[in-house]
Nanobody, 126 residues
Framework: QVQLVESGGGLVQAGASLRLSCAAS????????MGWFRRTPGKEREFVAA????????YYADSVKGRFTISRDNAKNTVYLQMNSLKPEDTAVYYC???????????????????WGQGTQVTVSS
């Protein structure tokens, strides 16, 4: 497992942008598959975006496709989620996740990941 710390959340108006960051500990970050999930009260954790170990493949939930972009900077041990054209329905706690084990290159379900951050709140007002 690895320690993950998210930052960058906040309160914004609809249509605005935010960039979430997730800093990871560990020396093998470049080999981790990374993902972003979100949760709203009373709902299950929802997949948002995933990035393969190599960084060559990305996956997005239909609800964010075309608006959100996941990326990584291996030199900084950091994964980002750029969120544009935010909508009130994007309001949630956003969690960063990592798969630190060998295997599939990327995953879109929570069980695929073995490490989670504490979450950062994103609130979008209408």
């Amino acid at each position: 497992q690895v320690q993950l710390v998210e930052s960058g959340g906040g309160l914004v108006q609809a249509g605005a942008s935010l960039r979430l960051s997730c800093a990871a500990s560990g020396r093998r970050f470049s080999g981790y598959a990374m993902g972003w999930f979100r949760r709203t009260p009373g709902k299950e954790r929802e997949f948002v975006a995933a990035l393969s170990r190599s960084g060559g493949a990305t996956y997005y939930a239909d609800s964010v496709k075309g608006r959100f972009t996941i990326s990584r900077d291996n030199a900084k041990n950091t994964v980002y989620l750029q969120m544009n054209s935010l909508k009130p329905e994007d309001t949630a706690v956003y969690y960063c996740a990592a798969n630190t084990q060998s295997g599939l290159s990327a995953g879109v379900t929570a069980p695929f990941y073995d490490s989670w951050g504490q979450g950062t709140q994103v609130t979008v007002s209408s």
